[in-house]
């Protein structure tokens, strides 16, 4: 064991963890595995088993980049036309979407004993969707145009209702804390504007071709602030896109398709690291009976009240047949990145018991593996979508 340890951690360790990683998940696609549990699995086998890459340095910053890179590219995806022209349905969606909030985290108050921060939290992680994982995974479903723009348009708004959750319920540990934070994240927003116009005007007609570096170092640094802030760095990542995206009259390139191709190459390739990096803390206490019987019936019973409240929304507000509704609903049901964010923050700050963990662990995995089982497809992954002749020429380093 202990030369095996002494073998990952040389360079040649790295070297069999890129092939793993880039590899192994290729392989097993055609067992409808998704890559990204493939990679989780790696890792945890990885720490579970062996106890290898434990609080590794450079895994961990590559796993920053894979999830700053995810959320910076739901963040470009928000298309705020879209959502004012079906307003009212979205409306409705969320409005839908907080009583189910409601009702779960009062459920796990008097289910799971919890307090009420830490149990709304657990229904954040049950119920809210990982936009950027789903967006990746929409070719794979065989949508429609217009029932693809439904999906997106629902799990970019379910998103943003989720981090204001997120940040309100993180924050309101007293009134001052959440007063102050919410100045400080409003500073944030209210300084990235002038930041990208300046960019445009003293950097770009000097540095052509430099606006994928640019928006990528903001998404890192705006992410690390909110950090720092304690609500993660997915909110400041998701708060740099969503900002390019609505500069884009000044400054195109910073939204342009290219832009979000080269956005989803980056993401393709380090976001392996971030669920490496996931699996490999986790620990063999966290997966008792217990937890592994409570994450089973999370999946029994979440999942059809997930299906069928989109079901009957759409119904109700649409007129759709069951079996369209459910063309929208299952592509919306992956958590598989929300989970494990809010997991490891229930255990890292709030101490919530290895049962309730492992039980989230395991239904992240099994609703993200759900979604290909159903309508027999490829599963969601972060596959860079297939070259073009528009892609083909695309620079990463100079979009």
Do not use: C
Request: hydrophobic share 60%.
């Amino acid at each position: 064991m202990e030369q095996v340890r002494l073998l990952f951690a040389s360079e040649l360790g790295y070297v069999f963890l890129l092939f793993a990683l880039f590899v192994i998940p290729r392989v097993l696609q055609r067992w409808q595995i998704p890559t990204a549990i493939t990679s989780f699995a790696l890792g945890a086998l990885g720490g579970i088993g062996f106890g290898l890459f434990a609080h590794d340095p450079t895994l961990h910053l590559l796993s920053t980049f894979g999830i700053v890179a995810l959320f910076l590219f739901a963040g470009l995806e928000v298309e705020f036309h879209e959502l004012q022209a079906s307003a009212r349905v979205i409306t409705q969606h969320l409005a839908v979407r907080v009583a189910l909030l409601v009702l779960v985290a009062f459920a796990a108050v008097q289910l799971l004993g919890l307090a009420f921060r830490p149990a709304a939290l657990v229904a954040l992680a049950l119920l809210i969707p990982s936009t950027g994982f789903i967006l990746d995974s929409l070719p794979s479903f065989g949508l429609t145009k217009e029932e693809a723009r439904w999906v997106k348009s629902k799990a970019i708004a379910t998103e943003l209702l989720a981090l204001v959750v997120l940040f309100v319920v993180l924050q309101s540990t007293s009134a001052p804390r959440l007063a102050l934070a919410s100045a400080a994240l409003i500073a944030i927003i209210a300084v990235l504007p002038p930041i990208f116009r300046l960019f445009a005007r003293a950097v770009v007609p000097y540095a052509p071709r430099s606006e994928f570096a640019f928006l990528l170092m903001m998404a890192i640094v705006v992410a690390y602030a909110t950090r720092q802030l304690g609500v993660y760095y997915l909110v400041g990542a998701f708060l740099v896109g969503v900002a390019a995206r609505r500069f884009r009259e000044a400054l195109p390139a910073v939204a342009s398709e290219r832009m979000l191709h080269a956005v989803e190459v980056f993401a393709s390739f380090f976001a392996p690291f971030y669920f490496f990096v996931a699996g490999s803390e986790l620990r063999a206490q966290d997966f008792t009976w217990g937890a592994i019987l409570i994450g089973v019936a999370f999946t029994v019973l979440i999942i059809p009240v997930r299906l069928g409240a989109v079901v009957w929304h759409r119904r109700r507000a649409l007129g759709e047949k069951t079996a369209d509704s459910l063309r929208v609903a299952i592509p919306m049901l992956p958590t598989l990145i929300f989970t494990l964010v809010i997991a490891a923050i229930l255990r890292d700050r709030f101490a919530v018991s290895n049962a309730i963990f492992g039980a989230l662990i395991v239904y992240a995995v099994l609703n993200t593996t759900v979604p290909g089982l159903i309508r027999r497809t490829p599963p969601p992954e972060y596959d860079a979508p297939e070259m073009t002749e528009a892609h083909a020429v695309v620079d990463p380093s100079g979009v």
